[in-house]
């Protein structure tokens, strides 16, 4: 496994790589191909924060911790992305694809009794306008949403804006199709 490693707001110190390259490491016996992890580091105030990214076979596997140390944040993302693979895995023994991207004798089997089975609750339709992203976000707030879909009249694209958990907004646009 590739390991990129990014500092924001700091930099990161060689023990602390080390320890990223051994944790991260135990989770390449899981992946049959190279796959490459970006994790980034972030100090905001007294916080130190991770993220870990791995993209793998059209999927996105990616975990966040933050806590008052950054060893500690880096031991709940590596759970995390643990317990994502083992549910990836199960989810797609499940449907009989038998990939190459997961080495399935080597990952654990996800138990229901670890997370509840996904159940769609509601189903909504709706008629999207178009609009650019300012309008959009005036149009969540108006709503009281955390979240807003949309025809977005500057890129000819659906989009969705959303509300971050750390203040501000976000936008999500798709870049193709598959």
Not at 19 to 39: H, I, P, W, Y
Not at 61 to 67: D, F, H, K, L
Not at 131 to 145: C, I, T
């Amino acid at each position: 496994m590739k390991i990129k490693i990014v500092g924001k707001n700091l930099n990161v110190r060689e023990s602390l790589q080390r320890r990223v390259e051994s944790k991260l490491g135990k989770l390449d016996r899981m992946f049959n191909q190279e796959v490459e992890a970006t994790a980034t580091f972030t100090k905001e105030k007294d916080q130190h924060i991770i993220e870990v990214m791995i993209p793998f076979a059209g999927a996105l596997m990616r975990a966040e911790a933050s806590s008052f140390d950054m060893y500690d944040s880096l031991d709940q993302v590596v759970e995390m992305l643990e317990r994502q693979v083992r549910k990836h895995k199960t989810k797609l023994e499940k449907r009989k694809h038998h990939g190459a991207s997961i080495r399935f004798g080597d990952i654990p089997e996800y138990t229901e009794s670890e997370e509840e089975e996904i159940q769609i609750i509601k189903h909504k339709r709706f008629d999207m306008k178009w609009m650019n992203p300012e309008e959009a976000v005036l149009q969540m707030d108006l709503l009281g949403h955390d979240f807003f879909v949309f025809f977005n009249s500057d890129t000819e694209e659906m989009a969705v804006v959303y509300r971050r958990k750390k203040g501000g907004f976000g936008i999500i646009e798709s870049t193709s199709v598959q």
